[in-house]
């Protein structure tokens, strides 16, 4: 950051000479160096992890969740400030439910994901000056974004990876503190995200089930994670798939177990070979 | 899409008049709908096309002008922010909320028909009350109730497009036949993916069914008395309702 | 509605202007007749006339509010069984005495989690039915959401039975009414529970219970073989103290016979939802056989030949 201190990373309504927004990235660093979290698109759904430090020994174990649920068929995980990813969650259910009490049916997480540029030109076309489109991803990233405009608010300092299964099929998308959002096949936020997605990266994207899906996520997140660096960690796991009928739930504790027993040996294996 | 409402012109009617109705109906096939009305002109029918609306009745009450001003906004505004047109349920289910929202002032029996990729032709019923129902085969209106046998009776399941177009002509001109409410021309629409193709059939080429035996003229004697004498109780043979 | 033009013009009370035929207006706001309006807002319009009697006017400053039942569904019938609780419903949606809608469901599964499992079994107005439907669905929606982000109570059949009585007395006491009767049935922990509301806001809770035409007809009928069970039990001839799964479809299926008998806003073909510990089980729709038999010797009132 050669530019600290010059005086334009005080206030997020102000750019700096060359076009930045400082408190922007600032947040973005806020996102970065909290614990990892995982998405990962499957053919037949979607799976959602977070490695969760422990920070103490006196902490029920299991407790403090920190994957949400938007609606039965969208979850989402942030990695950064836990309230900002509470906030974040809150204003995605009032979303996803005004949709279902105005339109009667479950809200997409995208409008088009065939069409993905058509909406904006679609409305401009219309006449319309403020396109935002009814998809939940959407929705939900124009509400930070809007945190990026005024002087007397602070950027959401979260990465969110949001995931679910529409009529449309399963759908991951990724939303940054600016308020820009992609959509991936598999992504990580936070600590050691760059490993974790040369990781996903390696896996067949296209083919995989939840099934194979959770034992890759539970391996990944073990391999990324530095005991001696960070302490131990609970993985936090949540899913969408045929065995959930559509639902956002939590991996069943015996499934998670298994797949973290078959992450550490793996591992140990891997480090007798070196 | 297409969606048909049968109301009355409340300020045209007279005081305590009652309501004077008309004949609805929408069939679904395999790849899309028929809907199909008659065409008096004390209702008012209205057909609303993709997102074209055309209005084809003299009259219509300012209510139910609202009701489908307020029902263009929404398809519009949603076509606007899903960059596709509604599905056949969405604008069904928004018309449920509106007839059930103002059931106290809405007197409209609705049948939403229409044709979308999702779901294919498909046929929602919104009666008084405003809830919502979905039918292979829906009929609306004071003629209605004279040919329910009549579709119970005749509908089947796999009609092709063709069977269904005959379907929907008999059964609206059996119903406009007996309902002294109902008559006219009949007016239909197959909505397919195609698009809509619409279908008049003019008031003398309605399909021709019983419609009673030949004059029975009373033949009097030259006293003046009828010859056939009715019973003076109720007797044998008689089925008291 | 009276159609014949002899009473065109004619003062109506509330009772005659319903038209259960009528798919275009409903009674109450059809237009005064001179006679019977009553709040003179100067319009002749008819559409915001007074419709007259004890009914409330839209534009006269008094709020419009209850209306009657337009399209209805009949009795449901619950019991509570060894494992369980089942609910009973026909798939009629009548409209007047028209028979309009024959393929409705009237049982609605709720939530079911590994803790618990409810459903809904539900009679009078059906729009009333599927906006209460919504309501449920959108507080489930909610708890469940926040169950899954932290250790938040998970929602049970007592406490859905709580929101609806609450949802349904508050109704009441805006005097615009959902207007329904039901049964609520659910298991939690092992633990069974059968309430029913109403539109009043009436509840009460009982092991076997029943709505409408039912609540004269078959609960004498559930009863009686509930308690026979229990007396059994106690003596010992039988283990538990409560009905079986068949024995409970058993006498469901009589009662709903009888009802299809006796209740003509009723259709031989219901389904039964069995709520047990592993979920929410609603039957295929299933007709009864009946018996017509006895009625070819009856001979009528009146001089018979044969």
Known sequence: MSSIGTGYDLSVSTYSPDGRLFQVEYAAKAAENAGLAIGLKCSDGIVLAVEKIVQSKLLVKGANRRIMSLDNHVGMVSSGLLADGRHLAKRGREEAQSYRDQYGAPMTLKVRPDKPASVVSSLMAKGWSSPCSQALIERVAMYEHAYTCYGSVRPFGISTIMAGVDKTGPQLYVVEPSGSYYGYRASAVGKGKQLAKTELEKLDLSNITVKQGVMEVARIAHLVHDDNKDGNFELEMTWIGPETKGFHEHVPSQLLQEAEEAAKRALEEAMEED | MADMINTVNMERLKKGEVNLGTSIMAVAFEGGVVLGADSRTTTGSYIVSGLQTYPNVRDQAHLFLNLCNTFHYHAQFYAAQHDSRPPVHTIASLFQSLCYENKDRLSAGIIVAGWDEEQGGQVYNIPLGGGIFRQPWSIGGSGSTYVYGYCDATYKEGMSEDETVNFVRNTLALAMARDGSSGGCIRMCVITKGGVRRIFVPGNELPKFWEGAELIETKRAISGKPEISLPATAGEGMVVQ | ?306
Not at chain 3, 64 to 91: C, K, W, Y
Request: with cysteine; glycine share 12%; net charge negative.
């Open chain 3, 1 to 306: 509605m009276n159609h014949h033009p002899g009473a065109w013009g004619q003062t109506l009370t509330p009772h005659q202007r319903f038209d259960a035929y009528s798919s275009s207006a409903p009674s109450r706001y059809q237009p005064s007749t001179s006679g019977s309006g009553i709040v003179g807002n100067g319009n002749d319009h008819g559409f915001y006339d007074a419709p007259g009697g004890n009914e409330a006017v839209m534009a006269g400053g008094v709020v419009g509010h209850t209306q009657q039942p337009l399209v209805t569904g009949t009795s449901v019938l619950g019991l509570v069984f060894a494992d369980g609780v089942m609910l009973a419903a026909d798939n009629l949606a009548s409209y007047g005495s028209l028979a309009r809608f024959r393929d409705i469901q009237r049982l609605i599964p709720l939530e079911s989690s590994k803790h618990s499992s409810s459903c809904l079994a539900v009679g009078g107005d059906m729009s009333d039915f599927q906006y209460l439907q919504k309501q449920l669905e959108t507080m489930i929606i909610n708890e469940r959401t926040q169950a899954l982000g932290d250790d938040h109570p998970s929602l049970g059949p007592v406490q859905i039975y709580e929101y609806l009585s609450n949802l349904m007395y508050a109704r009441r006491s805006k005097m615009d009414p959902l207007w329904n009767a039901m049964l609520l049935g659910g298991v939690k922990d092992g633990e069974s529970f059968l309430g029913y509301v109403d539109l009043l806001g009436t509840t009460y809770t009982s092991p076997t219970l029943a709505s409408g035409f039912g609540s004269h007809m078959a609960q004498p009928l559930l009863r009686e073989a509930y308690e026979k069970r229990q007396a059994q039990g106690k003596s010992g001839e039988r283990e538990g103290e409560l009905m079986s799964r068949d024995e409970a479809v058993a006498v469901l299926e009589d009662c709903m016979k009888v009802l299809y008998y006796r209740d003509a806003r009723s259709m031989n073909k219901y389904q039964i939802a069995t709520i047990t510990a592993q979920g929410v089980d609603i039957s295929a729709s299933k007709s009864n056989e009946t018996e017509w038999k006895f009625a070819e010797g009856l001979r009528g009132y009146g001089p018979q030949k044969q």
